[in-house]
């Protein structure tokens, strides 16, 4: 077990830029989240799958943002036409719906994807 | 709504010193409650949890104990270590939702 993978770490783009991330969640965890997290804050919601199925999406989530989970495995994030204020750590994280799991929803984080919007 | 609220940092104590890091909370119904900790350049890692009223959750020395009384949750530990040194944040999962709603984070620095 690798834990959640992001992928890339870093992205540098230009305001207008759509960018696209990926998250491969923990290989046997059937949710999968997105959350975003702005210097010296918390994380905040933004959505999250149950196998493919996208089940509950935040108000932050803009007309601007899409996420797919089309095999129910791994995940991706676009923003399209990116402002200086998507500039955040994007962090993705997986849990799993079995009976040790179900009740405490213990989510396992992957190392966030930093974007800067120049 | 949902919310969660913690004491700002950042805590500076010396080796050994113990530790406490105040986290209250508001929501409807029973939520479950979370400490989770993020050390310099790693990924959020969960701590310790609770889910129910007077729960204590304990990991690594710390420990929380949910109370529903004071709708408070805060993180203690006897004996801080200078590898203790990073960020914690104070979590909330909602009854019948998915999603965590986040504390803003305590930075604590440890010195030798």
């Known amino acids: 077990d690798t834990g959640v993978s992001q992928d890339p770490r870093h992205k540098i783009t230009k305001r207008g830029q759509n960018v696209t991330f990926r998250c491969d969640p923990i290989?046997?965890?059937?949710?999968l989240y997105w959350y975003r997290q702005t210097l010296g804050q918390g994380p905040e919601f933004l959505t999250y799958f149950q196998n493919e199925a996208q089940l509950e999406k935040s108000r932050l989530l803009s007309d601007r943002f899409s996420a797919e989970r089309p095999k129910g495995s791994f995940s991706t994030l676009e923003i399209q036409r990116t402002e200086q204020g998507d500039s955040a750590m994007y962090l993705c994280?997986?849990?799993?719906?079995?009976?040790?799991?179900?009740?405490?929803?213990?989510?396992?984080f992957g190392p966030g994807t930093r974007l800067t919007v120049l | 709504g949902n919310s969660v609220t913690q004491m700002e940092g950042p805590v500076t104590l010396s080796e050994e010193a113990f530790l406490t890091i105040n986290c209250t909370y508001t929501a409807t119904g029973y939520p479950s409650l979370f400490w989770y900790v993020q050390y310099p350049g790693e990924g959020l890692q969960l701590l310790l949890k609770a889910t129910k009223a007077d729960d204590k959750g304990s990991n690594k020395g710390f420990e929380a104990t949910y109370r529903k009384e004071t709708t408070s949750f805060h993180l203690e530990k006897g004996s801080v270590q200078v590898s203790d040194s990073a960020v914690y944040f104070c979590a909330l999962s909602p009854w019948g939702f998915q999603k965590l709603v986040f504390g803003t984070g305590t930075r604590l620095l440890v010195s030798p």
């Open positions: 290989s046997e965890h059937n949710r």
């Open positions: 994280a997986s849990s799993s719906t079995d009976k040790k799991s179900v009740i405490v929803n213990e989510q396992f």
